[in-house]
């Protein structure tokens, strides 16, 4: 069984910094391309980054220099890294994997708040 859980949300000030984690299991890991997106209330879900099987790695211009993703091939997680958030950062922030040949599992999400 696929599995993507994602942790790490929370309440944070705007300035504030978070990281995010998905951990996966039931797939071999390192040969899938992992990706971050975000839902925003009454939004679309938004693609945020992208880290290849290799390491590579593209981000959406808006979040550009404010965050930051990895993964770790030997935990099987991957990693987000969030500075200066702000409130329009506010958001379900979701994982997701996919195969080669297209196959995709998401996780369930974790909630971001960014308010006073």
């Known amino acids: 069984q696929v599995q993507l859980v994602e942790s790490g949300g929370d309440l944070v000030q705007p300035g504030g910094s978070l990281r995010l984690s998905c951990v996966v299991s039931?797939?071999?890991?390192?040969?899938?391309?992992m990706e971050w997106y975000r839902q925003a209330p009454e939004k679309e879900r938004e693609w945020l980054t992208i880290?290849?099987?290799?390491?590579?790695?593209n981000y959406l211009e808006s979040v550009k220099g404010r965050f930051t993703i990895s993964r770790d091939n030997a935990k099987n997680m991957v990693f987000l890294q969030m500075n200066n958030l702000q409130p329009e950062d506010t958001a379900v922030y979701y994982c997701?994997?996919?195969?080669?040949?297209?196959?995709?599992?998401w996780g369930r999400g974790t909630q971001v708040t960014v308010s006073n």
């Open positions: 997701r994997a996919t195969s080669q040949a297209g196959v995709r599992y």
């Open positions: 039931g797939i071999d890991f390192s040969a899938y391309v």
């Open positions: 880290i290849t099987q290799k390491g590579n790695t």
